[in-house]
């Protein structure tokens, strides 16, 4: 979701590596490393960076891509994350903003990015109201990431008219089965208009060049502010048959409908999970959510939400499974495995399914470690009993705060063959700087804090399970 009241572009991307070599200290909680864990700063200085997602090509399994905003900013990997560089060109030159960006891999191989461009929004939290020119675009790469086509190809575009809607928070979702459907890319989102919020889906048959006219799949819209009482937060899975799985947020519950015949049609809307509100406010954050995301184990069909809420009174990550294709769904549980009603928020979750092993693995910001409940780290939270139970690691062991900036409304995360792979913002830690005293000779030093740039930074995190869990 588009937030940010500033926009700049950052077109130089270095990168620069940090190997996780020092002992933990998390102010009294220690958290074990994730195994083989390596960290990847894609933004050379603070900017407003934020909403990441990244992507593994099945295909290809060396071939990673992280993308960001703002504006549309894409990373690529060619050696299974061990290296990251930065791609040119990703973000479209005929709007003045870009971003809610993610991004998959089709069954050939193919990256796909997906974003929303506008000039302007609308008005705050109301974005029907004012709207200007606006869309949902995909743009595609033949090669990894590394290089991304000149045009993008339009999945919905406003043209500048009153009362149009504005197209928000798109995720695209590609159908890598062998089922009668592989191909077949999926887009689902929010439509905002001056008087509801609907979630509308449009798909692709052509690996991405045309676009069906969006249809509404929401059993009804919800309201159009963007705030508690919408329809949002749009995520979906294709299962081995090709059935697509399609969920969101809205009055409280997560609601789930499913499309057998390629996304021409789809179930009557249901809520699965009743959840505490998914919209809130935490200290240093005027604004997060709790939106789900959906993933699916192939080879048992089991399904997995997670989400996050403030049920315990503080915020958890939970997860609920399903082993009936979405009919009937578990009781949920803590992916945070610190103590019940400690006063820690854990927020901003996302969710991947190891394709290869079934294991699940959860990445979300933890503030576990500091008493006052403002400083958090990164920590990664992985299953292998089918979501019975997660042992918790730390994926950053330097807190930061996340305050005064624009922070985003989500991380990403993607796993294969046991490495596992986070995308997150982070905001930097204002550097010491050591100066002499010219009073007191040239011995007499003192630490001040340097200046930090305004701004946030993106991360990506690696760590090997095939390496932890098959010893040589």
Not at 47 to 75: K, L, M, S
Not at 141 to 167: C, R, Y
Not at 315 to 340: C, Q, Y
Not at 374 to 386: E, M, P
Request: hydrophobic content about 35%.
């Amino acid at each position: 979701m588009f937030f940010s009241q500033h926009f700049r572009r950052y077109t130089a991307t270095t990168i620069f590596t940090v190997f996780c070599s020092a002992p933990l200290l998390l102010l009294g909680q220690d958290l074990p490393k994730a195994p083989q864990a390596q960290l990847f700063t894609l933004t050379p200085a603070p900017g407003f960076f934020t909403e990441p997602a990244i992507a593994v090509n099945p295909a290809n399994p060396q071939q990673v891509v992280g993308v960001f905003q703002d504006n549309v900013h894409a990373d690529y990997s060619q050696d299974a994350g061990h290296t990251w560089h930065p791609a040119e060109n990703v973000d479209p030159k005929n709007y003045k903003v870009s971003g809610d960006v993610s991004v998959a891999f089709d069954n050939l191989g193919h990256a796909f990015v997906c974003y929303i461009a506008f000039d302007k929004l609308g008005t705050f939290n109301y974005w029907a109201h004012g709207a200007t020119r606006n869309g949902i675009f995909v743009r595609r790469s033949l090669d990894g990431g590394k290089t991304w086509e000149a045009e993008h190809n339009p999945v919905a575009e406003q043209t500048s008219s009153p009362g149009i809607p504005f197209e928000d928070k798109p995720w695209i979702v590609a159908d890598n089965t062998k089922s009668r459907y592989a191909g077949n890319l999926y887009v689902g989102w929010t439509r905002w208009t001056l008087t509801d919020s609907q979630i509308v889906l449009s798909r692709s048959t052509d690996d991405g060049k045309t676009w069906s006219p969006p249809v509404e799949i929401d059993a009804h819209p919800g309201l159009p502010r963007d705030d508690n009482g919408t329809a949002e937060g749009f995520a979906g899975v294709v299962g081995p048959d090709g059935k697509l799985y399609a969920i969101w947020s809205q009055d409280d519950e997560i609601m789930l409908t499913t499309s057998r015949d390629g996304g021409k049609t789809f179930s009557h809307a249901r809520p699965i999970i009743h959840t505490a509100p998914i919209m809130f406010a935490i200290q240093t954050l005027e604004r997060a959510n709790g939106f789900p995301q959906i993933a699916i184990d192939p080879k048992t069909k089991r399904l997995y939400v997670t989400w996050s809420d403030y049920r315990n009174g503080d915020l958890d990550v939970f997860l609920a499974t399903s082993g009936d294709g979405g009919k009937h769904w578990e009781a949920p549980v803590r992916a945070n495995n610190d103590p019940v009603h400690n006063g820690a928020e854990q927020f901003f979750q996302w969710l991947a399914v190891d394709p290869t092993d079934g294991s699940i693995d959860v990445v979300f910001y933890d503030r576990r470690g500091d008493p006052a409940n403002r400083k958090q780290i990164v920590v990664l939270a992985r299953s292998t009993d089918g979501g019975h139970s997660f042992s918790n690691y730390a994926w950053t062991d330097e807190p930061f705060e996340a305050g005064g900036v624009f922070f985003g409304d989500y991380s990403g995360i993607a796993a294969y063959a046991g490495r596992v792979y986070g995308i997150w913002t982070e905001k930097p830690v204002p550097a010491l700087e050591v100066k002499t005293k010219p009073d007191e000779g040239k011995d007499a030093k003192e630490k001040e804090t340097k200046p930090q740039p305004r701004g946030t930074i993106v991360k990506i995190g690696t760590a090997d399970f095939s390496v932890a869990e098959h010893p040589k």
